[in-house]
């Protein structure tokens, strides 16, 4: 089993920039994709970016690409977020998440342990 914490949430301007923590417990962390993934009120969680297990491939949402940078450190079982030239249209709760599938999935449904989340506001 993997718990994943997150941190690094918080209130930000628009044109801001905010940087995501995601630590993992366990020893089999350096095996495992891993995903941030979104959900704002009312809506629909969604993936924002995820990494492989060896950090060679990312994926990333169109909303956010060329503005988020997802990376890993294997040794600290950490996966980060770098979020700049934040929106208004980012403010969401966001969260991490561990899969094993093979390659970097979009779909929510293939990522197994997540952690709590981390609000992310962006005001104008």
């Known amino acids: 089993q993997v718990q994943l914490v997150e941190s690094g949430g918080g209130l930000v301007q628009a044109g801001g920039s905010l940087s995501l923590s995601c630590a993992a417990s366990g020893r089999t962390f350096s095996s495992y994709n891993m995903g941030w993934f979104r959900q704002a009120p009312g809506k629909e969680r969604e993936f924002v970016a995820g990494?492989?297990?060896?950090?060679?491939?990312?994926r990333y949402a169109a909303s956010v690409k060329g503005r988020f940078t997802i990376s890993r450190d294997n040794a600290k079982n950490t996966v980060y977020l770098q979020m700049n030239s934040l929106k208004p249209e980012d403010t969401a709760v966001y969260y991490c998440?561990?899969?094993?599938?093979?390659?970097?999935?979009?779909?929510?449904?293939?990522?197994?342990?997540w952690g709590q989340g981390t609000q992310v506001t962006v005001s104008l």
């Open positions: 990494i492989s297990w060896n950090g060679r491939s990312t």
């Open positions: 998440a561990t899969s094993s599938g093979v390659g970097v999935s979009t779909a929510a449904s293939e990522y197994v342990y």
